[in-house]
């Protein structure tokens, strides 16, 4: 298993309960992530859509995650 | 200049801080809090960014503008926190030789701030509240 904090912004903040989550999943990727989050947090699938930030970059399915990145939740932008 | 406050937002002083002397133009686009959505009454804002994140994702938006049109200069300010209708939420200046160039290069920046720049707001209403554009359409009460 492998151990990640998670930084949660505007709605998905709501839907984890508070800016940080420390989860722990099987895999390494950005890919594994979103299915550990969608079955813990199913809620997540009902988002319009939900991109996910390594070190504040929006980061594909297969990036690798390492333990010290900053990995981030991004709801549907509304700025402006 | 890219900045995130808390702040309000001074449209003068971005003006100031772009203006150059070799200009012929200068164009600036000012988002503002409307007093309503869905027929609703807005009560008030909430915005909230991932500032390193929406630094970085205005950076390269400016990176790109930079190198499409030729500006002589530039500043992005975007509001973060309690803002209520009427007031400043987003500011986007630019000078350039030409006015086309200054019209494309600012229209072109609000856009792309709207659709990357990780920053988010929630409307609050007399009945409860909601996260802009978070849920699909359907989905709404």
């Known amino acids: 298993m492998y151990k990640y904090r998670i930084i949660a912004f505007g709605i998905t903040k709501e839907l984890l309960g508070g800016r940080e989550t420390i989860i722990e999943i099987k895999g390494q990727t950005v890919g594994a992530l979103r299915t550990a989050l969608n079955e813990r947090y199913p809620q997540l699938l009902n988002l319009r859509s939900l991109l996910i930030a390594v070190n504040n970059d929006y980061a594909d399915e297969d990036v690798l995650l390492g333990s010290s990145d900053e990995i981030a939740l991004i709801p549907p932008v509304s700025g402006g | ?141």
């Open chain 2, 1 to 141: 200049m890219i900045k995130i406050t808390e702040k309000s937002i001074d449209v003068q002083k971005i003006i100031d801080t772009v203006s150059s002397l070799s200009a012929g133009a200068l164009n600036v686009f000012i988002g503002t809090v409307r007093n309503n959505a869905n027929g609703k009454n807005v009560l008030w804002l909430e915005y909230e960014a991932y500032e390193t994140m929406a630094v970085a994702q205005i950076r390269k938006i400016m990176d790109e503008a930079s190198h499409r049109w030729p500006l002589l200069g530039w500043a992005v300010s975007h509001r973060i926190g309690t803002l209520k209708p009427g007031e400043v939420s987003v500011v986007v200046a630019v000078s350039t030789p030409h006015r086309k160039d200054s019209f494309e290069a600012c229209q072109y920046i609000i856009d792309s701030v709207k659709a990357a720049a990780p920053i988010w707001k929630k409307e609050v209403f007399e009945d409860g509240e909601e996260w802009v554009s978070a849920r699909p359409e359907m989905m709404k009460a």
